[in-house]
């Protein structure tokens, strides 16, 4: 299955994923009056929503550059992973409303059984799906699907919160429900600022990892003839990264010869990086001090042995 493909089924997957639930936390809820549940449900309508957002995101980011977007239309994951974030903090606050109603006023619950039930096949319906999702994301190194994904875990946390607040209520320990609904928003609440941060980091061309630096460092100065390497630049944009550099070679070598060098430094970066967009400059040696910016990390390529 292609990159696009795998990116449209996991929206699709998340899309049906969060309207069986809502169905099924409905149907719980009617039965159940319970807040705990209702929280749940809550959640499940913001998971759709989420869902809803990815299902367009993904399919805008994944468009070609066009004569309006050169760069593309990657940073739309980003979008939709900051979008995610702000209904998983709106979630967290609506439930703590209702935390709070619950701790000064408890209730009893008509049907337990039936939510524990509904709250059991959700975990195993959510499993699933974070489990597809968490293939996908390794797969692809898309944000808003990881966003997705780790929104959807959190929700395998709600539900057995959830699940043991409606045995202790059943049980006679009213304040239970709200004490695990406290510590699950907590949860999610983080949950949603480590999401916001990764969609920044995108959204303001942050540098990709320093280990990826390393490996685009060893590729370029692998290459024979190659004397060393300067300012490079990396971003990334939804799926692909954009990489620039400075190659430095010998005052003296032919054009011919210097583009032959640098398809070659592409062609080793591509094969590590397959979605990467690569532009590479070329200096000679004797002035590459000169092309060095004030904020540029400069490397040299090791002696030959030969």
């Known amino acids: ?76 994951e980003a979008l939709a992973g900051l979008g995610q974030a702000l209904l998983i903090a709106l979630s967290v606050v609506w439930l703590l409303s ?59 946390l709600m539900n057995l919160g959830v699940i043991i607040a409606l045995i202790l209520t059943q049980a006679g320990y009213y304040g239970a429900d709200p004490y695990l609904a406290l510590i699950i928003g907590a ?8 999401i916001a941060r990764n969609a920044f980091h995108l959204l303001l061309d942050h540098e990709l990892s320093d280990e990826q630096r390393q490996t685009i460092t060893d590729l370029a100065l692998a290459q024979p003839q190659v004397l060393g390497m300067h300012d490079l630049r990396s971003r990334q944009s939804g799926h692909m990264q954009f990489i620039q550099l400075h190659l430095e070679l010998q005052d003296d070598m032919r054009l011919i010869q210097a583009h032959c060098v640098a398809d070659a430094v592409e062609s080793r970066i591509m094969t590590a990086f397959p979605h990467a ?30």
């Open 1 to 76: 299955m292609s990159h696009g493909q795998l990116l449209k089924t996991a929206t699709w997957a998340s899309v049906l994923v969060a309207l069986g639930l809502i169905m099924l936390k409905t149907w719980a809820w009617e039965n159940t009056q319970s807040v705990s549940l209702l929280a749940s449900l809550i959640d499940s309508l913001m998971d759709s929503a989420a869902a809803l957002i990815n299902f367009f995101a993904v399919r805008y980011a994944m468009a070609p550059a066009d004569k309006e977007h050169r760069f593309g239309h990657g940073k739309a």
């Open 187 to 194: 949860y999610v609440l983080y949950s949603a600022w480590g």
């Open 277 to 306: 967009d690569v532009i590479i400059h070329l200096d000679p040696v004797s002035i590459a001090q000169q092309e060095i910016h004030a904020q540029g990390e400069h490397y040299q390529a090791s002696p030959s042995t030969d």
């Open 98 to 156: 209702q935390t709070l109603g619950r701790l000064v006023q408890p209730q009893a619950l008509q049907d337990a059984s039936t939510g524990i039930g509904v709250m059991l096949a959700s975990m195993v319906i959510t499993a699933m799906l974070v489990l597809f999702q968490r293939w996908v994301v390794r797969r692809t190194q898309s944000t808003a699907i990881a966003a997705d994904s780790l929104h959807y875990t959190s929700d395998l």
